[in-house]
Each structure stands twice: as structure tokens, then as C-alpha cells.
């Protein structure tokens, strides 16, 4: 069983940054592949980026792709999301899952453990 628990939403303006932090518990949270979601109201939950269990690889959405950026740290049992140039189409609440797979991150079908979401506004 895993808990993960993001953290570092709020409000910021266009243009500006904030950083996400999603922390798991216990011990095997270094084999978990993990990704972000995000779900804006009335719109379905769509992939931000996945990054596998090692950090070797990182998938991007094109939505995000030169503004956004994930990383994790096993040792603290962490994933982060960095995210600079916010625009306001950005906003939504942000998941963070975890997947003992290490290919097709994107699909959101295939994560065994969801947090309860961060909320992110961003005004123009």
C-alpha cells in the first residue's frame, strides 16, 4: 500500500511558478513509476508527466512540454513538479499516482495509487 500526498498549490499569477511536491509512504516507493495529473472543472483528468522509477526517463505532455518539469527523489520518498510560465489554462487540481509500470505513464488507467489533489489557480 502506498499513501501519497501532494503539497504546494495556491495561487499565482500568469507568468509565474510554483512547485509541487507529492510525498509516499512506505519503504518501496523507489519502484513505483510516478506521474501528474491534473483535472480542471467539467474537464476529464489528463497526463502531465511521468517519470519512471529510476528517474531514467520522462514523459511530457505537449501542453506543458519547455514549461513544466518532473524529478523525484527515492530518498526522501518524493516526486516534485516544477512548473514556470503558468498560464491560466493551467489551472486545476494536480494528482500525483504511482504505477509499477515503467511504459505508457500517460495512460491514467494503469496507476495503482492516487493522492487527494492539490489545487493550483493561476490569474491572467
Known amino acids: 500500500q502506498v499513501q501519497l500526498v501532494e503539497s504546494g498549490g495556491g495561487l499565482v499569477q500568469a507568468g509565474g511558478s510554483l512547485r509541487l511536491s507529492c510525498a509516499a509512504s512506505?519503504?518501496?516507493?523507489?519502484?513505483?513509476?510516478m506521474g501528474w495529473f491534473r483535472q480542471a472543472p467539467g474537464k476529464a483528468r489528463e497526463f502531465v508527466l511521468g517519470?519512471?522509477?529510476?528517474?531514467?526517463?520522462?514523459y511530457y505532455s505537449d501542453s506543458v512540454k519547455g514549461r513544466f518539469t518532473i524529478s523525484r527523489d527515492n530518498a526522501k520518498n518524493t516526486v516534485y513538479l516544477q512548473m514556470n510560465s503558468l498560464k491560466p489554462e493551467d489551472t486545476a487540481v494536480y494528482y500525483c499516482?504511482?504505477?509499477?509500470?515503467?511504459?505508457?505513464?500517460?495512460?491514467?488507467?494503469?496507476?495503482?495509487?492516487w493522492g487527494q489533489g492539490t489545487q493550483v489557480t493561476v490569474s491572467s
Open positions: 517519470i519512471t522509477w529510476n528517474g531514467g526517463r520522462t
Open positions: 499516482a504511482a504505477t509499477r509500470r515503467d511504459y505508457n505513464l500517460g495512460y491514467r488507467g494503469g496507476y495503482d495509487y
Open positions: 512506505g519503504r518501496t516507493f523507489s519502484i513505483y513509476s
